[in-house]
Each structure stands twice: as structure tokens, then as C-alpha cells.
């Protein structure tokens, strides 16, 4: 069945530096993928999002590159600040039954 | 503009108890809707989901049930509660067709004693 594999599952990165964090999907027909931030208790929020046609989108310090063939995306965070600190999560929309499948989150911790 | 309003925010329910939980959008026609469970520290676990009047999938074999009433309302049903039924529950949409964000609810934290 469908299936997005995220890691790592936590993440510490010093203020300023960078942080990457990467998923993987099993059906090739996926064709949406988004990014959401959850902070403590509240609910998920997109951040980026990236279509199959497209190979990178970039909206300031974050960006997204997707893989097609091998069916990898990532997140890009750059000049990470302690605010960033949350658990991040991809999704995958598979197309024809608008089955949003999340991965398993990764809680991004930002050294001050 | 669209909403969407989930409740209660908090339930602190029994074992063996019933469980309803519901979830309304606003300003949008057939509307995606998704029910997702999440455990303390864990990931979004998709529960059901629904692309219309009626039409519920189900993802996870478990205690729970979903419904459809009405375009712009989706609940989430039990008849007997597990302590293992304990968890954040959110209520999702989106737009229908392929590749949309999705807007969560404010969730509801379920615990069961």
C-alpha cells in the first residue's frame, strides 16, 4: 500500500546552521507534495509544498527538492532559528484517491 | 473564506464509553475530509477519509467509525472505547482534486480511563 518514510526522526542543529530532513514514497502516481509544521499542541500547517513537474521550489530559508525517479523529496531549512524548533512532517497525495498519507515527523530542535 | 471547526477541544471519556467527535467546514462545496489520530509523539495516522455524501475509506482496522451525513461534516464514532483509543485527533480538509493543502482543525485530545 502507500507508504512515506521520513527520517531522521529528531533532528539538533546550532542556530544558523542548516537542516535537511528527507522522505520517501512508494507509489509512483503521487504527484503533490507538502510540508507542514506542527508546534507543541496545535495543529499542523503547510510551510512548502512541491508538484511532480516541478524539481526544487525555495520560499526564503526553506526549499524543497523532489526526485521523481527515485522517489525521494526533501526540506531544506537555511539559517535555522530557535522559532523553527517544531516537528516537521511530508505528505504525499496519491492521485485518483486524494489519499493524504503523512510521514512519521521529525522533531527539529534549534540550539540557541 | 473557508473554516473549519472541530470539537471538543479536550474529552476525558471511560473505558467501554461511547465517543463522538465532529467536524464542520465552512465556505467550501465537497470538500476531501480526513480523520488522522495521533499518539503522544508520534506521527499522523490516516484513519478515514472521504470524497463525498456517504463515501467513507477506511484505513486502519481498529474500534472506530466514520460518517458522512451531511457535504461538510464528517464524525468520528465509537461504541466502546479502548484505553489504546487515547490520542490528538484531527479533522482535515481539502479542496477536490489532486494536489491541494489540506487545513486541520484545532484537534481534539482524547483520553481514556
Known amino acids: 500500500g502507500e507508504n512515506v518514510e521520513q527520517h531522521p526522526s529528531t533532528l539538533s542543529v546550532q542556530e544558523g546552521d542548516s537542516a535537511v530532513i528527507k522522505c520517501t514514497y512508494s507509489d509512483s502516481a503521487s504527484n503533490y507534495f507538502p510540508w507542514y509544521k506542527q508546534e507543541l499542541g496545535k495543529r499542523p500547517q503547510l510551510i512548502i509544498d512541491i508538484r511532480s513537474n516541478v524539481g526544487e521550489k525555495k520560499d526564503q530559508r526553506i526549499a524543497v527538492t523532489l526526485n521523481k525517479t527515485a522517489k525521494h523529496f526533501s526540506l531544506h531549512i537555511t539559517e535555522t532559528q530557535p522559532e523553527d524548533s517544531a516537528v516537521y512532517f511530508c505528505a504525499a497525495i496519491y492521485s485518483g484517491t486524494y489519499k493524504y498519507i503523512f510521514g512519521t515527523g521529525t522533531r527539529l530542535k534549534v540550539l540557541a | 473564506s473557508q473554516t473549519i471547526h472541530q470539537w471538543p477541544a479536550t474529552l476525558v471519556q471511560p473505558v467501554g464509553s461511547p465517543l463522538s467527535l465532529e467536524c464542520t467546514v465552512e465556505g467550501t462545496s465537497n470538500p476531501n475530509l480526513y480523520w488522522y489520530r495521533q499518539a503522544a509523539g508520534r506521527g499522523l495516522q490516516l484513519l478515514f477519509y472521504?470524497?463525498?455524501?456517504?463515501?467513507i475509506s477506511s484505513e486502519v482496522p481498529q474500534n472506530l467509525s466514520a460518517s458522512r451525513p451531511q457535504d461538510r461534516q464528517f464524525i468520528l464514532s465509537s461504541k466502546k472505547l479502548l484505553l489504546s483509543d487515547s490520542g490528538f485527533y484531527l479533522c482535515?480538509?481539502?479542496?477536490?482534486?489532486?494536489?491541494?493543502?489540506?487545513?486541520f482543525g484545532q484537534g481534539t485530545r482524547l483520553t481514556v480511563v
Open positions: 482535515a480538509w481539502s479542496v477536490p482534486g489532486d494536489g491541494t493543502e489540506a487545513f
Open positions: 472521504s470524497v463525498g455524501i456517504g463515501q
